[in-house]
């Protein structure tokens, strides 16, 4: 029988986005509270082995997404807003910045994908035996996207 332990983290972010192309209120350059939340995996590791250091990953992980996204806004290429804020401060935009080049818009489906990656990445630079399985990005209290790897 193949066991596997899996610890998690947490991390928040303030970010707006705008969704032209989904219509409605989405039009709207608005923000939200996000939380991030990533399950990372050791596969038939030891029962008592540690799977990886909560802090090591926590603090890479908070630093990407404080970098990219805090207190920014998250755009798609073709926002025609894109040209007036591109310059104004922090804005990660979808459709072109790594590693979110083939996610047009900023859903909370493609934000989910992105930081999946993200997080998959630094993961593999602590130990390339880990894996992300589960990722889970809430935009509102009743408004969430998962991906789940195998
Ligand atoms: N599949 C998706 N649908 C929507 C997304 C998305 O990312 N993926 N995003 C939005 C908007 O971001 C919007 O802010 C949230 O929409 P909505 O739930 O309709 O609005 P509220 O947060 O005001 O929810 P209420 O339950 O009506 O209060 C829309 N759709």
Do not use: Y
Not at 27 to 35: A, E, I, R
Not at 67 to 73: C, E, I, N, S, T
Not at 86 to 94: E, I, Q
Not at 118 to 146: C, F
């Amino acid at each position: 029988m193949t066991q596997q332990t899996s610890v998690q983290v947490r991390h928040n972010f303030e970010t707006a986005h705008r969704l032209p192309e989904l219509g409605g209120k989405c039009v709207n350059l608005h923000g939200h509270s996000w939380w991030l939340e990533a399950t990372v995996t050791a596969v038939a590791g030891d029962p008592g082995e540690v799977v990886c250091e909560f802090g090591a990953l926590k603090i890479a992980l908070r630093e990407w997404v404080d970098v990219h996204l805090d207190h920014g806004a998250m755009l798609g290429i073709a926002d025609p807003l894109l040209p007036t804020l591109a310059d104004a401060g922090r804005v990660f935009v979808f459709g072109k910045d790594e590693p979110a080049a083939d996610l047009p818009w900023p859903t909370v489906e493609a934000t989910a994908h992105l930081l999946t990656r993200v997080t998959t990445a630094i993961a593999s630079d602590l130990d390339p035996r880990l894996t992300v399985t589960h990722v889970r990005v809430t935009e509102t209290h009743v408004n969430a996207a998962e991906v789940h790897t195998t």
